[in-house]
């Protein structure tokens, strides 16, 4: 590791269930790095991907990083132990380059790989903190990890209750407005206003597929 971060600790015996997608949320890539392995900022995560396509190790994959803060995936919390945590250099107002995508798409399915780990495993940060975090935001490119098989995507499903499906996705609990927001973030970024039948629809579509991978792992 040319700048290993000092800010890990044990895995609290879990095993890697999920990765977690970040943004940094800073202005360049050297001020991320900084900020991960600075011990007074006590935060950090297992890889930072930078706009040209470099990704560098901070943590090692068996560690616990201190990424995801508070917050909860399928009802569980202290992600933290169950995770891998990546970091991607973006200040959070602008599309990601096409290499850094590149670069995404490599680390990920490496990742999934040695862990074991499906499509319904690759959330973002502000799916398990609906109520605090946003990134990696609304310029993010999930689509292009979903036609690789390496995330969930929205189709049209039944006319499902909201509630019950974002339960079913794996979202916590907090304010009914945060989770439907969080929930377009991800999946439908174009959407607004109040809850619509298209909303519905497609988080129907995302449970079942959450669904049929829980019943299959």
Known sequence: MSHPSPNHGD???QRVELIVL???????????????CDPEAEVSAHWLVHEDGRAEA???EDRRAWHAGAGSWQGRDDVNSRSIGIEIINPGDRPFP???MDALVDLVRAIAARHGLGPAAVIGHSDMAPDRK??????????????Q???LAAGE????????????IGYPPADPEMRLAAFRLRFRPWGRG????????????????????????
């Open 134 to 147: 946003c990134d990696p935001g609304p310029r993010f490119d999930w689509a292009r990890l979903a036609r």
């Open 58 to 60: 901070l943590v090692p």
């Open 11 to 13: 895995r609290r015996g």
């Open 194 to 217: 109040p809850e619509s039948p298209a909303d519905r629809q497609a988080a129907a579509s995302v449970a079942a597929f959450a669904e049929k991978a829980a019943a299959e792992s």
């Open 157 to 168: 499903g039944a006319d499902r209750p909201l509630a019950e499906s974002l339960d079913a």
């Open 149 to 151: 098989g390496l995330a």
């Open 98 to 100: 096409m290499a850094q």
């Open 22 to 36: 970040h943004y940094t949320g800073m202005a360049d890539g050297a001020s991320a790095r900084d900020r991960l």
